[in-house]
């Protein structure tokens, strides 16, 4: 899995048991449940694959869209950790972007992680996931936790 990249804010590497595995070089993880779905309905747990887990795992920058009240759509990127179930962000000055802002008002979200295996042959892969998000604070910072209700994932064998 390589070492730590970036640093993440100590509010979502506390609570995100992927970020101690990352940095430790420690490959497993005991949230991981077996095969994902490719598309689950909602309401029920989603789960990843060992493939999907290792690349959510593995990557580092996330596009996350959220929809204001009046139903503009607003996408960025965003770094984020995995523990296997949910995805957590934060960032510098988090209250003020329009991300918060915008899922104060609408808990919707939305996140695609992708890469591009080969351009020839053309190869992507990647996984969406859409669900609600929790607005957390932890020792003064505050972080956003997504649970996905749905999964779709494109380019795993």
């Not at 009046?70 to 003020?96: I, K």
Request: proline residues 6%; contains cysteine.
């Amino acid at each position: 899995m390589g070492g730590q990249v970036g640093k993440v804010p100590a509010a979502v590497a506390q609570t995100s048991p992927t970020h101690a595995a990352r940095t430790a070089g420690d490959n497993s993880n005991p949230a991981l449940r077996g095969p994902g779905e490719g598309e689950t309905a909602r309401g029920r747990r989603v789960s990843f694959s060992e493939e999907e887990f290792r690349f959510l795992s593995q990557a580092r920058l996330a596009r996350v869209a959220t929809a204001a009240s009046d139903g503009q759509p607003h996408v960025v990127p965003v770094a984020y950790e995995f523990d296997g179930t949910s995805f957590y962000f934060a960032g510098r000055g988090l209250e003020r972007t329009l991300k918060f802002r915008n899922l104060r008002e609408n808990k919707k979200v939305a996140l695609v992680v992708d890469d591009l295996l080969t351009v020839c042959p053309w190869r992507p892969r990647g996984i969406e996931v859409r669900g609600e998000a929790q607005l957390c604070v932890e020792g003064g910072r505050a972080y956003v936790r997504v649970a996905p209700s749905l999964k779709r994932s494109w380019g795993f064998l």
